[in-house]
């Protein structure tokens, strides 16, 4: 079965960079070095008896892929020690994560209350599948506190939020949230894509649970598809485990390996992130033709600054331009000649994308609106290029 966060190297008084790299390996009697990748859909036993007991729970073991996998289990201890959890469950991507939490926690005829700036496919969940299994959602404006208390029914079982939010970068008092939650016995659901735990650990401030797109940072090179469901035990092997062994959106072991290749160099990648953003952010900031619309929570100007210093270590990678109009965006966007268009972010190599054509294209436009998302948006996901490098090339495209 999965390992424990608290073996060799995952104790919580090492640093994040050596957890993600020593913390519950190495995984097998051969004493190597890198993980090892176990790419078999199902593992063998001694015999039909033994089978039988590794089946019924009464002895531990590998059974099939889609339940467990030790390279798998070896990325899910490393996420948990990262986001001082006990426990994750891996999934094949950030929104199976997100399917199997709603999947596994509500049922027909009870309510979750979901923050208006959630990612596209999230919110288009909310629309479909959820109304489909006569799930009741409320959405609400993200930093609105009284919003979500008067949202709560007697049938809500869940709040559901990303902050900062992709791509508005919004941000909520998670102790705040975190401390309603608990009073009415409410599950917190935190997407911390854009942070990393290198950033920010909701659980640390309350949350019950934290989803993650592993595609993003955490892979960080722009290659594979990931998830992660990081929380208690008790929470995850009840329901969220059982969700996914039958319903089978599960990582691949090939996938699992990548990832924890990326989870070796997360912290120090964020660093040089976070160093590039704020560099960014600041020099198009000064720019008399961007006044009032560069969005940064390091910026001086942006509302939620006090609350970002509260509750993440840095100001992340995600920098924000609103251009006015989709022309404008789409002109800036076709004018850059290093920044590369595409629907992600996370990775080394800065990427650019106009979320109301793409990534939330299919929202309507009441709900782009409500969660913030204009028609000139443009979202900067800055890479570990030299600075100097993504700045030329923003300025150019500016003129
Ligand atoms: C905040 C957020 N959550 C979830 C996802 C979904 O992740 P994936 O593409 O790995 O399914 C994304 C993807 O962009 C995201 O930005």
């Given at each position: 079965?999965?390992?424990?966060?608290?073996?060799?190297?995952?104790?919580?008084?090492?640093?994040?960079?050596?957890?993600?790299?020593?913390?519950?390996?190495?995984?097998?009697?051969?004493?190597?070095?890198?993980?090892?990748?176990?790419?078999?859909?199902?593992?063998?036993?001694?015999?039909?008896?033994?089978?039988?007991?590794?089946?019924a729970?009464?002895?531990?073991?590998n059974?099939?892929?889609?339940?467990?996998?030790?390279?798998?289990?070896?990325?899910?201890t490393?996420?948990?020690?990262?986001?001082?959890?006990?426990?994750?469950v891996?999934?094949?991507?950030?929104?199976?994560?997100?399917?199997?939490?709603?999947?596994?926690f509500?049922?027909?005829?009870?309510?979750?209350?979901?923050?208006?700036s959630?990612?596209?496919?999230?919110?288009?969940?909310?629309?479909?599948?959820?109304?489909?299994?006569?799930?009741?959602?409320?959405?609400?404006?993200?930093?609105?506190?009284?919003?979500?208390?008067?949202?709560?029914?007697?049938?809500?079982?869940?709040?559901?939020?990303?902050?900062?939010?992709?791509?508005?970068?919004?941000?909520?008092?998670?102790?705040a949230?975190?401390?309603?939650?608990?009073?009415?016995?409410?599950?917190?659901?935190?997407?911390?894509?854009?942070?990393?735990?290198?950033?920010?650990?909701p659980?640390?401030l309350?949350?019950?649970?934290?989803?993650?797109?592993?595609?993003?940072?955490?892979?960080?090179?722009?290659?594979?598809?990931g998830?992660?469901?990081?929380?208690?035990?008790?929470?995850?092997?009840?329901?969220?485990?059982?969700?996914?062994?039958?319903t089978?959106?599960?990582?691949?072991?090939?996938?699992?390996?990548?990832?924890?290749?990326?989870?070796?160099?997360?912290?120090?990648?964020?660093?040089?992130?976070?160093?590039?953003?704020?560099k960014?952010?600041?020099?198009?900031?000064?720019r008399?033709?961007?006044?009032?619309?560069?969005?940064?929570?390091?910026?001086?100007?942006?509302?939620?600054?006090?609350?970002?210093?509260?509750?993440?270590?840095?100001?992340?990678?995600?920098?924000?331009?609103?251009?006015?109009?989709?022309?404008n965006?789409?002109?800036?966007?076709?004018?850059?000649?290093?920044?590369i268009?595409?629907?992600?972010?996370?990775?080394c190599?800065?990427?650019?994308?106009h979320?109301?054509?793409?990534?939330?294209?299919?929202?309507?436009?009441?709900?782009?609106?409500?969660?913030?998302?204009?028609q000139?948006?443009?979202?900067?996901?800055?890479?570990?290029?030299?600075?100097?490098?993504i700045l030329?090339?923003?300025?150019a495209?500016?003129?």
């Open positions: 079965m999965k390992q424990e966060s608290g073996v060799r190297g995952g104790k919580r008084d090492f640093g994040l960079a050596t957890r993600a790299l020593h913390a519950g390996g190495p995984t097998t009697p051969e004493r190597e070095n890198s993980p090892p990748i176990f790419l078999t859909s199902s593992f063998r036993f001694d015999s039909a008896e033994h089978a039988q007991a590794v089946f729970g009464e002895e531990e073991g059974v099939y892929s889609r339940f467990t996998n030790p390279t798998v289990a070896l990325f899910e490393r996420v948990a020690a990262l986001e001082n959890a006990e426990h994750a891996a999934t094949a991507s950030g929104m199976a994560a997100v399917t199997l939490v709603f999947l596994s509500l049922s027909a005829g009870e309510h979750v209350v979901i923050s208006r959630v990612f596209g496919s999230t919110t288009n969940i909310a629309n479909t599948l959820l109304k489909r299994l006569n799930i009741g959602v409320t959405r609400v404006p993200l930093a609105d506190l009284t919003a979500w208390e008067s949202a709560i029914t007697p049938d809500t079982r869940m709040f559901f939020l990303e902050t900062p939010a992709n791509p508005t970068l919004e941000m909520v008092d998670l102790a949230l975190t401390r309603l939650g608990r009073e009415r016995g409410i599950l917190v659901v935190v997407d911390n894509v854009l942070c990393t735990p290198c950033l920010q650990r659980l640390d309350g949350a019950d649970l934290v989803v993650h797109s592993a595609t993003k940072y955490m892979d960080g090179q722009g290659r594979v598809l998830g992660v469901v990081v929380g208690t035990r008790d929470l995850l092997m009840d329901k969220v485990f059982p969700m996914l062994r039958n089978g959106p599960s990582l691949s072991p090939f996938n699992a390996w990548v990832l924890l290749k990326g989870l070796e160099t997360l912290s120090l990648r964020m660093e040089r992130h976070c160093d590039n953003a704020e960014v952010a600041f020099h198009l900031a000064a008399d033709d961007l006044t009032g619309r560069v969005f940064y929570p390091g910026l001086p100007d942006h509302p939620q600054r006090e609350l970002a210093i509260r509750q993440m270590r840095r100001f992340g990678a995600i920098v924000c331009l609103d251009l006015g109009s989709r022309e965006a789409q002109r800036f966007m076709n004018a850059l000649q290093l920044a268009i595409t629907a992600n972010l996370g990775d190599r800065t990427l650019v994308t979320p109301a054509t793409t990534t939330h294209a299919k929202l309507t436009e009441a709900e782009r609106q409500a969660a913030g998302i204009t000139g948006l443009v979202r900067l996901s800055i890479g570990l290029e030299d600075v100097k490098d030329d090339d923003l300025d495209a500016l003129e």
